[in-house]
């Protein structure tokens, strides 16, 4: 059975930090990217940042760089999303999202995805 499960999230002071964890299993976890995407109350979702395995590329969205990293552990088949210096638009459900091989900003190429994790960033 597939499963991508999310955890790590929490209710945080504006400028606090919090680690997100995606646990993968069921599936062939190196060869594919693992992202982020997050949606906020009355928003569409958006990526935020994905790992690709296959070319060692990460990739940030423009307002999380040099905020937020992305990295895996590949014997726990875990991703991680470092959360730093969080900002009340930053407040979202998180999940994440399994596509083959590369990294790519389109939701609907990813195959598998989790349930996400609440994130909520108190100004």
């Known amino acids: 059975e597939v499963q991508l499960v999310e955890s790590g999230g929490g209710l945080v002071p504006a400028g606090g930090s919090l680690r997100l964890s995606c646990a993968a299993s069921?599936?062939?976890?190196?060869?594919?990217?693992i992202a982020w995407f997050r949606q906020a109350p009355g928003k569409e979702r958006e990526g935020v940042s994905c790992?690709?395995?296959?070319?060692?590329?990460?990739y940030y969205k423009d307002s999380v760089k040099g905020r937020f990293t992305i990295s895996s552990d590949n014997v726990q088949n875990t991703v991680y999303l470092q959360m730093n210096n969080l900002e009340s638009e930053d407040t979202a459900v998180y999940y994440c999202?399994?596509?083959?091989?590369?990294?790519?900003?389109?939701?609907?190429?990813?195959?598998?995805w989790g349930l996400g994790t609440q994130v909520t960033v108190s100004s």
């Open positions: 999202a399994a596509v083959r091989r590369f990294c790519t900003p389109l939701a609907e190429f990813y195959e598998y």
């Open positions: 069921g599936f062939a976890f190196d060869d594919y990217a």
């Open positions: 790992s690709s395995r296959n070319d060692g590329r990460r």
